[in-house]
Nanobody, 120 residues
Framework: QVQVVESGGGLVQAGGSLRLSCAAS????????MGWYRQAPGKQRELVAS???????NYADSVKGRFTISRDNAKNAVYLDMNNLKPEDTAVYYC??????????????WGQGTQVTVSS
């Protein structure tokens, strides 16, 4: 069974920084893509940043220049370095991963979420 777990959330003041971590474990053959989504109260879940197997990254316009996504394939992990945080960044952040458990079987896995709260 594959598990995806996030950590690193917390309460920070505007202008501060946090690093979110996500690690996948279990019956993993290959992770082809990992990314971060967030969901604020009363809002739809939105893509924050993604990182595919080829190294390409994508960011939401609202976080470009402030957030950086990176992967450590050896550790089955993905990170989100968040700088110059703003109150509007407040949300539950979720890790998303596309994982092959065999050479021909894959699925999408989600973490449980980690809360990021930015005070003004």
């Amino acid at each position: 069974q594959v598990q995806v777990v996030e950590s690193g959330g917390g309460l920070v003041q505007a202008g501060g920084s946090l690093r979110l971590s996500c690690a996948a474990s279990g019956s993993i053959f290959r992770i082809v893509a990992m990314g971060w989504y967030r969901q604020a109260p009363g809002k739809q879940r939105e893509l924050v940043a993604s990182h595919n197997a080829g190294g390409a990254t994508n960011y939401a316009d609202s976080v470009k220049g402030r957030f950086t996504i990176s992967r450590d394939n050896a550790k089955n992990a993905v990170y989100l370095d968040m700088n110059n945080l703003k109150p509007e960044d407040t949300a539950v952040y979720y890790c998303d991963a596309y994982i092959y458990t065999t050479t021909s079987t894959w699925n999408e896995y989600w973490g449980q979420g980690t809360q990021v709260t930015v005070s003004s």
